[in-house]
């Protein structure tokens, strides 16, 4: 599992002015700088009915040919369950476990229609392990989880499934409080799919920068991991207290828990050129923020990276 080149997927979406409905003009500014960022292999961009809010031909249009895509769940799910906690791949709820599987199958059919036109464009999807809110049982969250994930993984895919962990439901007062990790790499044992760390969710379920190591090892142990994204968390300032809001490194981010140091101690045990894909994901807190200091974050995270692989 050989990284085709020394670039980053970068998670750019929580920092372009759409994200915080901006016009259509900062965001084609937004990109056209990113484009023009180095050390860039492609981005991480979440799927809702379409790959952006202009649509997914306006996306690939407006980012370079040879960028390729991870495509993640996570914004869509999250959106879902804010309507319908029982939304979920992990949900005891079947009638809404059977919804989430069915969204699963709209990216299914989006992923292997644009591969199809262009190949490898899209190299993973990250899945979330999403259990029904409010249903505190890991047993039937693993139950159901593992039924939506062995359908899933039967299909047909043009790339590769990576799940993505997050902070667990086993915790005191959770963010996302998603399937335990042990329970995740129980369920995926016997199947074509592999484990994603992202650092600040890692970091916030322990309430610890220590537990993002643990987890690599963790998930190395059982011969399942593969990737590797950083997002940031704080314990004060405008991202919170130990909230899920990527915060950008440090010192840019003052506040911020995340550095290239810690970067440094995941590559030590996962280096980049190990990965199916390493990279950022970094949000602008500030909705009001000129595109030049959204770039700026994204620019900071990429020579964090950098620095932490030197």
Not at 199 to 208: F, H, K, T, V
Request: hydrophobic share 45%; with cysteine; net charge negative.
């Amino acid at each position: 599992m050989q990284n085709p080149d020394a670039g980053y997927i970068i998670g750019a979406y929580p920092c372009a002015p759409s994200f915080h409905q901006k016009n259509e003009h900062e965001e084609a500014t937004f990109w056209r700088q990113l484009a023009d960022t180095p050390h860039i292999r492609g981005i991480e961009q979440p799927c809702l009915e379409n790959l952006h809010p202009y649509g997914d031909a306006w996306l690939l249009k407006h980012t370079p040919a040879d960028w390729q895509i991870v495509v993640t769940a996570v914004m869509e799910t999250m959106r879902r369950r804010a309507g319908n906690g029982g939304f979920g791949l992990a949900s005891a709820d079947e009638a809404q476990r059977r919804a989430c599987v069915a969204y699963y199958r709209h990216l299914h059919s989006k992923i292997n229609d644009i591969n199809e036109a262009q190949a490898n464009k899209i190299i993973a999807l990250e899945l979330q392990a999403a259990p029904q809110a409010g249903n505190a049982s890991v047993a039937d969250a693993r139950d159901a989880f593992s039924r939506s994930i062995n359908e899933i993984a039967s299909w047909d895919w043009s790339c590769e499934l990576v799940l993505e962990h997050c902070d667990a439901m086993t915790q005191t007062a959770p963010r996302k409080g998603f399937l335990p990790l042990d329970a995740v790499l129980d369920c995926i044992a016997d199947l074509n799919v592999s484990l994603c760390i992202n650092w600040a969710r890692s970091a916030i379920e322990g309430r610890s920068a220590d537990l993002p190591l643990a987890h690599v090892h963790t998930a190395q142990a059982a011969g399942k991991f593969s990737a590797l994204m950083f997002s940031g968390t704080s314990e004060n300032g405008p991202y919170g207290d130990w909230q899920d809001l990527h915060a950008p490194f440090a010192p840019f981010c003052p506040e911020s828990l995340l550095t290239a140091e810690r970067a440094r101690e995941l590559f030590n045990a996962a280096p980049p050129a190990a990965l199916l894909f390493s990279g950022i994901k970094l949000l602008e807190i500030n909705a009001n923020a000129d595109v030049d200091h959204r770039i700026a974050i994204l620019r900071d995270g990429i020579t964090a990276l950098i620095n932490a692989t030197q």
